[in-house]
């Protein structure tokens, strides 16, 4: 194998979480448990040496939703295209990299080479990071989701001082 062509991969599969099909969860507060192994701020924290100067801010939870919504359908598309091209490329990569046509490949004529060896490490690496990316785009809808639970949970739990 050549010296710049990483080590060969699993073309992953990749999938829309479940529940998140066609719309993200509801902005109810439920905020999920931290992950395994994380601290969560102590109550007793230490104290601010001064009261914050910035300005107040807005958070409009409905266009944000809107927003988390536009990018779940782009990913969902994204991940659905996915699937068949990865299974396009798994069936099609012996003969074309390995043989000179299909009956070559299905009577077992087909021969890898140094050079399509390399070939086919490089094809399923960018597969992988095209799965990667889909993948990624994924996380990020999941964390603007747990941004907006957050902020709702926060809203909820809001108290006034008594008058």
Do not use: C
Not at 23 to 49: H, K, M, W, Y
Not at 79 to 103: C, G, H, M, N
Request: hydrophobic content about 35%.
């Amino acid at each position: 194998m050549a010296d710049d062509v990483p080590p060969d991969v699993n073309i992953p599969t990749i999938s829309v979480k479940d529940g998140w099909s066609d719309q993200p969860p509801l902005i109810v507060g439920n905020v999920p448990a931290p992950p395994p192994g994380s601290r969560l701020p102590d109550e007793n924290g230490p104290t601010p040496r001064s009261t914050p100067t910035h300005s107040t801010f807005q958070v409009v939870l409905g266009a944000v939703k809107d927003v988390e919504s536009s990018l779940l359908a782009k990913v969902r598309v994204a991940a659905d295209e996915y699937e068949p091209l990865r299974q396009y490329v798994q069936s099609v990569a012996p003969w074309i990299f390995y043989a000179r046509t299909p009956k070559d490949a299905q009577y077992g004529r087909a021969k890898p080479t140094a050079d399509s060896q390399d070939a086919v490490a490089s094809l399923d690496n960018t597969m992988l990071g095209g799965a990667d990316a889909v993948h990624l785009a994924g996380l990020f809808v999941s964390q603007i989701d747990q941004s907006l639970q957050a902020y709702a949970h926060a809203d909820k739990e809001t108290l006034f001082p008594p008058p």
